[in-house]
């Protein structure tokens, strides 16, 4: 009877430690434009880090990054990007696509490597 409930508490603890650990922040995966641009349905609405450089368009207004290459994903909100244009950036944010809308990504934190 003793072994057995301290087999319980044992099973306990180790349910408690592997909960804890899973509960931690979800971990961004560093894919670069190149990636994003040829498989980009096998990264839809992951968390992803991934740099270019920040251009800009007015009509319609939007936002996006680019490699030398010219793979381009858009990036919003506009807040975030706008004060970096032309710099090349580091950022991190969901991946979305969609083949009638494109690659998307909406930005949690945006860092400047220049």
Do not use: N
Request: glycine share 6%; proline share 6%.
């Amino acid at each position: 009877m003793k072994f057995a409930r301290t087999l319980t508490m044992i099973a306990a603890a180790t349910t408690w430690v592997m909960l804890s650990a899973c509960g931690g922040e979800e971990t961004a995966s560093e894919v670069p434009l190149m990636v994003l641009a040829s498989q980009p349905a096998s990264h839809d609405g992951q968390l992803i880090t991934t740099q270019g450089v920040v251009r800009h368009l007015e009509e319609p207004s939007h936002y996006w990054i680019e490699d030398e290459q010219l793979r381009r994903v858009a990036v919003e909100p506009d807040d975030l990007i706008a004060p970096h244009l032309g710099e090349t950036v580091k950022v991190t944010g969901r991946f979305h696509y969609a083949p009638e809308e494109g690659r998307s990504l909406r930005l949690q934190q945006v860092e400047p490597l220049e």
